[in-house]
């Protein structure tokens, strides 16, 4: 156990929809990273947020968001949803300090019909 | 820009015996740090092993240890001493430069332990 927290494990729903993904990091750590792996695109680097500010961005697509709250949980918002937005959806945090390693949550498994 | 290669899509084991799983990257930066990370199929990523760029040796964690030569940029990890239970994907990512902490991974590499 990691110790990040993501809730749903499993969500499915329809194309046009908007879901909320939501993680809690590990105590202490300041930074959330999101990430998407599908089969086609592997493993691809959404979003980080440090601290409650965007830091960094990756290939986020408009439709989607993301914020981190003033407690350090962290919530991913997919909206006009599409088939090809079927992934799993990692949340990651990270302490303070040069390695900087990422620990990753459970995920969440998106299934867009 | 910067890139992780794992050229072995899948790789077989016999239990007990030692694997070695490759990955090279590519980067202009000169500091960085590399991970490896273990997907079993339930699909959870767990964190193994990393190696900073200007780490003079080795890293080693239990079982794992990271071949890392960074001349030839290259960062393999070698699982001594397989259990069934390492059948799993493998991932290697890097995280380059100081400005950024995001994680670039691999297309991974599928290892089977077999008794």
């Known amino acids: 156990d990691s110790g990040v927290t993501q809730t749903p494990k499993h969500l499915i729903t329809a194309t046009g929809q908007r879901v909320t993904l939501r993680c809690s990091p590990r105590s202490g750590d300041l930074s959330v990273y999101w990430y998407q792996q599908s089969l086609d695109q592997g493993l691809q680097f959404l979003i980080q947020y440090y601290n409650g500010e965007e830091r960094a961005k990756g290939n986020i697509l408009e439709r989607f968001s993301a914020q981190q709250f003033p407690d350090l949980h962290s919530e991913l918002n997919l909206s006009s949803l599409e088939l090809g937005d079927s992934a799993l959806y990692f949340c990651a945090s990270s302490p303070a300090g040069a390695r900087n390693e990422q620990f990753f949550g459970p995920g969440t498994r998106l299934t867009v019909l | 820009a910067q890139k992780i290669t794992q050229t072995q899509p899948g790789m077989f084991v016999q239990e007990k015996e030692a694997v070695t799983l490759d990955c090279t990257y590519d980067?202009?930066?000169?500091?960085?740090?590399l991970f490896w990370y273990k997907q079993p199929s339930s699909g959870e990523m767990i964190f193994l092993i990393y190696q900073g760029s200007y780490d003079e040796q080795n890293a080693t964690e239990g079982r794992y240890s990271l071949n890392f030569q960074k001349a030839r940029k290259s960062a393999n990890l070698v699982i001594s001493a397989s259990q069934l239970g390492d059948s799993a994907m493998y991932f290697c990512?890097?995280?380059?430069?100081?400005?950024?902490?995001?994680?670039?991974f691999g297309t991974g590499t599928r290892l089977q332990v077999f008794p």
């Open positions: 990512a890097m995280r380059e430069g100081h400005n950024t902490d995001k994680l670039i």
């Open positions: 980067t202009s930066d000169q500091s960085y740090g």
